[in-house]
């Protein structure tokens, strides 16, 4: 062979190494390209969340389907009548058409005065049904006892209670007919300060914390904007903020450009079970090793029937009797016989070798493939996991 030959075939191995580097090169772009998450899909920022209100009020216009109580809803409607000049006794007061209730509402970051809120109604005491109430004018207060909006408004149920439900049951009732929502009826009185940059730091926290979801979102913001991010925890990465950028004007472009940096967040192997519905959600991440499975069901049944042992006819008894309780002269009498039948069935099945599977679909396919049910994968997981071959965590419901 020249040296021609030699460089020519040296030159189509190279090749080869490269073309093969190329394509796995590009297989694990196209998938990391598939996994990228923008930073506002998996995190917050720091200082804009929501806020809770609650407020304690009274729903009317029960048609006798409120509060029985004579004490509670009584004096709550006297409080309310002496906002207006009206000074009632509470014992005066009947109640049948009005319902003491809870309002609860979610107020978002950056929400200004007049927007409007849906709030939820639930009834406090032993109101029958809220059907066709008016919620009458609530404040709803914040954590600190300000009030930031006011509730009122039909109550819609998105249900029905219908009939008398007097003798023989003649009622129907669809949905819980004692909570509903009243639509845009808070409306927003105080604005909640928001404040997101705290001496020119951003910080932004993941909704589920990792070190290793935390690292890869600060890489991204420093490869993707500028270098000013570091991870401090699990949950937090801080991005100091750049001077040209922390005038109010330029705030919002900043902020929006962090939310659209994108990596790859990091998830731990987990498989979650959920007995009493029967389902099992695995992420991408489980693998199992070579392990050897063999299950079957045994079923123990157990029969007992009664069986009545009757004298003949002609048998003679002290009373001319011929009941059930009688008694023959001879001790011969009705007798009542348990017969107890137990039978065992056992599934016959074959020991199954399961290979090592790194990715979840495998493990799927193999499970299935066993015919195993739902409820049986769950011991099955739990006996792999038991034995060492399974690498994620279980989590039971």
Request: hydrophobic share 40%.
């Amino acid at each position: 062979m020249n040296s021609s030959s030699r460089f020519n075939l040296g030159s189509l191995h190279r090749l080869i190494a490269t073309a093969f580097l190329i394509i796995d090169c590009l297989d694990f772009l196209s998938v990391l390209a598939k996994a990228q998450t923008r930073v506002k899909d998996v995190a917050t920022i720091e200082g804009a969340r929501d806020n809770q209100l609650i407020g304690y009020g009274i729903v009317a216009g029960l048609d006798g389907q409120g509060d029985s109580d004579k004490k509670f809803t009584q004096q709550t409607i006297a409080n309310m009548a002496r906002k207006f000049g009206l000074q009632i006794q509470a014992t005066d007061i009947t109640n049948h058409n009005v319902a003491v209730v809870m309002i609860t509402a979610t107020i978002p970051p950056f929400t200004r005065q007049g927007t409007k809120l849906n709030c939820t109604v639930a009834s406090l005491a032993d109101a029958k049904s809220l059907q066709g109430g008016v919620l009458l004018q609530t404040p709803l207060v914040a954590g600190d006892g300000q009030v930031y909006a006011v509730a009122q408004g039909s109550v819609f149920l998105g249900g029905f209670d219908a009939g008398t439900g007097g003798a023989g049951g003649a009622s129907v009732v669809k949905n819980h007919t004692t909570s509903g929502v009243v639509t845009d009826g808070a409306l927003v009185e105080q604005e909640i300060p928001t404040t997101i940059f705290s001496k020119g730091v951003l910080e932004i926290v993941l909704r589920q914390g990792d070190f290793t979801s935390a690292v890869r979102m600060a890489n991204a913001i420093n490869e993707q904007i500028a270098p000013i991010a570091q991870a401090v925890s699990p949950t937090t990465v801080q991005v100091f903020v750049p001077e040209e950028m922390r005038c109010t004007e330029k705030q919002m472009e900043f902020v929006a450009r962090i939310e659209n940096a994108s990596f790859v967040p990091d998830v731990n192997a987990k498989i979650v079970i959920n007995e009493r519905t029967g389902t099992i959600v695995a992420n991408s991440n489980i693998q199992i090793n070579k392990v050897a499975v063999a299950f079957g069901n045994l079923t123990v049944a157990i029969t007992n029937t009664q069986e009545v042992s009757q004298p003949n006819s002609f048998t003679g008894n002290d009373n001319g009797g011929h009941g059930p309780g009688a008694q023959a002269a001879n001790g011969v009498h009705t007798e009542v016989t348990n017969n107890t039948t137990t039978a065992v069935s056992e599934e016959k099945r074959h020991m199954v070798v399961l290979k090592e599977m790194p990715t979840v679909e495998d493990v799927s396919f193999a499970l299935n493939s066993m015919g195993a049910t739902p409820r049986e994968l769950m011991s099955i997981l739990q006996s792999i996991k038991d034995a060492g071959a399974l690498n994620a965590e279980l989590v039971l419901e």
